[in-house]
T-cell receptor, first 117, second 111 residues
Framework: EAGVAQSPRYKIIEKRQSVAFWCNPI?????LYWYQQILGQGPKLLIQFQNNGVVDDSQLPKDRFSAERLKGVDSTLKIQPAKLEDSAVYLCASSLLGRGGMDYGYTFGSGTRLTVV | DAKTTQPPSMDCAEGRAANLPCNHS???????VYWYRQIHSQGPQYIIH???NNETNEMASLIITEDRKSSTLILPHATLRDTAVYYC????????????FGKGTLLTVNP
């Protein structure tokens, strides 16, 4: 099966500019996640979607970050305006809960590396 | 979700077994132990998970102590490609429970 697709792979912007990242999860995966990974740290969850509804966005800086998953399939994450501390890798993941509650784990994309200068 | 404690780094010789420990003393009865790894410049990769029984798949084995307060991930024959950061995560079952990553263990497999 195809994996989680993310684009772009790399992005360099100046502070105060805006940027958007795109994610296409594995077909049939209802749950989609956006993580932020700063260099040297583990990934931090920003937002979790179940179909097109938000399950958890408690760690999303809502003054500058927004995300949507309008048709319950692909998703976009936007930053406006960007700050220097937003430099990180942004990872998208999706998951499937199978029959009987069998959990097959998350599948992550390769991420988008954002550099804010 | 319960927190986990892992050593920041470990070394292993190629071809030998790599045993990565994880402490999760505050785990509750319905929480699973998950292991992921992240190879440089890639997204994390699911390895294995378990509740209370030992588990094995094509990648690794997971040994969970009887009191469930600690576990060990075993890579039976480590290769250079197993060099990565390994994350031990405790979370509830089902897809609506989020994964919370710590700093993990950097495993370096040496030739």
């Amino acid at each position: 099966e195809a994996g989680v697709a993310q684009s772009p792979r790399y992005k360099i912007i100046e502070k105060r500019q805006s940027v958007a990242f795109w994610c296409n999860p594995i077909s049939g995966h209802a749950t989609l996640y956006w993580y932020q990974q700063i260099l040297g740290q583990g990934p931090k969850l920003l937002i979790q979607f179940q179909n097109n509804g938000v399950v958890d966005d408690s760690q999303l800086p809502k003054d500058r970050f927004s995300a949507e998953r309008l048709k319950g399939v692909d998703s976009t994450l936007k930053i406006q305006p960007a700050k220097l501390e937003d430099s990180a890798v942004y990872l998208c993941a999706s998951s499937l809960l199978g029959r009987g509650g069998m959990d097959y784990g998350y599948t992550f994309g390769s991420g988008t590396r954002l550099t804010v200068v | 979700d319960a927190k986990t404690t892992q050593p920041p780094s470990m070394d292993c010789a190629e071809g030998r077994a790599a045993n990565l420990p994880c402490n999760h003393s505050t785990i509750s009865g319905n929480e699973y132990v998950y292991w992921y790894r992240q190879i440089h410049s890639q997204g994390p990769q699911y390895i294995i998970h378990g509740l209370k029984n030992n588990e094995t798949n094509e990648m690794a084995s997971l040994i969970i102590t009887e009191d469930r307060k600690s576990s060990t991930l075993i890579l039976p024959h480590a290769t250079l490609r197993d060099t990565a950061v390994y994350y031990c995560i405790v979370r509830g079952g089902g897809s609506n429970y989020k994964l919370t990553f710590g700093k993990g263990t950097l495993l370096t497999v040496n030739p």
